[in-house]
């Protein structure tokens, strides 16, 4: 009979051969994809249950400690959107130790980007620069190419937070020529998105609707359906941008199918929240508000602070030019309030002072 080390140390490896299961299905994309994240999260509690084993040894067995390192990597796909990014740093972190001390190369390869990702999604980026260069240089060390590309994509992600736009292009181009010799044409579609985004930070939209709509292309031939909505959605925005109204909602109504199709309450917010923009630009400001409510409300349950702010600070722009004070306060005291618990000086301040306005009338 095995003794409870020797169990536990099963259960765990049991169920991270799960996880790497659901990671290779969810990179398939289309139906293979909603099959790993059912997968996923049918079995979280137990994944949970064996990482948390597999933590708790990682300093006095090996095993274990390979374990826990290999749940930090398979987990990424699933953990970003679910995870606080502090959370994230803060397990990560533990695995890389871990993997120092087995001097697992590779491993610390991986486990570099995805911190790198973390402190992207804290809003760090400097610090994320930081992990993507020691990342960069192990996967360079080991000859590892598709490690290299998926690194540059995500330090050019981090220079474009910086508003550094041609570095970030430079990052993606030669991310793209790895992607294209590798036949990786997932990374592909992510890298060509990447680049179209760019260049619509550069003002030149002609130009990134070619990298969306080949981003697009590449995704329906691989089955990615939400990468091919994220695309979709940015095509959306370009032709927004350049005030085809018509098209642009053609985009949007596509990519709220899609993320309704796969339960994507995040892309669907943010297509709510497109469709919002376009009735307000289209003089439809009833149905704006519909859009920009309904992208509130899932913001709201998913705990996704920056929709949060942009659906209500889309309704204050439009209840501000209904000149509906009452629901013009309202609402500005939310986006106030959202804005401060995001860190926002001002908004701190300002709500500092309507605390003391209120306190001095009582």
């Not at 533990?94 to 190369?105: N, R, T, Y």
């Not at 292009?169 to 680049?195: K, P």
């Amino acid at each position: 009979m095995p003794s409870l080390c020797e169990a536990q140390q099963r259960h765990a490896s049991c169920y991270l051969s799960l996880l790497r299961q659901a990671e290779i299905r969810y990179k398939e994309g289309g139906e293979a994809q909603l099959g790993a994240l059912s997968l996923y999260f049918d079995n979280l509690p137990n994944i949970q249950l064996g990482q948390n084993w597999a933590e708790s040894q990682a300093g006095v067995n090996r095993q274990a400690a390979e374990i826990f390192s290999a749940y930090q990597i398979g987990a990424i796909e699933f953990d970003q959107g679910r995870l606080h990014p502090r959370v994230r740093i803060r397990s990560l972190q533990s695995a890389l130790a871990v993997a120092e001390g087995l001097s697992d190369l590779g491993v610390q390869a991986a486990l570099r980007n995805n911190l790198g990702m973390a402190y992207a999604d804290l809003g760090q980026p400097h610090e994320a620069i930081a992990y993507y260069q020691q990342a960069m240089f192990l996967a360079r060390l080991l000859g590892l190419p598709a490690r290299k590309a998926s690194t540059l994509v995500n330090l050019g992600l981090a220079y474009a937070d910086l508003k550094d736009t041609e570095r970030a292009i430079e990052c993606y181009q030669q991310a793209l020529e790895i992607d294209r010799a590798e036949g990786n044409h997932r990374d592909e579609a992510f890298t060509l998105c990447n680049l179209g985004l760019a260049y619509a930070d550069l003002g030149e939209f002609q130009r990134a609707i070619e990298f969306y709509q080949a981003a697009i292309a590449l995704n329906r031939e691989t089955g990615n359906r939400q990468g091919e909505g994220a695309d979709i959605g940015n095509l959306g925005s370009a032709y927004l941008n350049l005030g085809d109204l018509d098209k642009a909602q053609a985009c949007f109504e596509q990519q709220l199918a899609i993320a309704r199709e796969l339960s994507d309450r995040y892309g669907a917010g943010n297509a709510l929240g497109n469709l919002g923009i376009v009735c307000s630009q289209r003089g439809e400001p009833a149905r704006a508000i519909t859009y920009f409510k309904d992208q509130l409300q899932i913001a709201r349950k998913i705990g996704d602070k920056y929709g949060e702010e942009n659906a209500l600070d889309c309704l204050t722009r439009v209840y501000y030019e209904l000149e509906d004070k009452q629901q013009l306060m309202t609402h500005n005291f939310e986006l106030a309030t959202v804005r401060a618990e995001m860190g926002d000086r001002e908004a701190s301040e300002f709500l500092e002072q309507l605390r003391q306005a209120e306190a001095r009338r009582k």
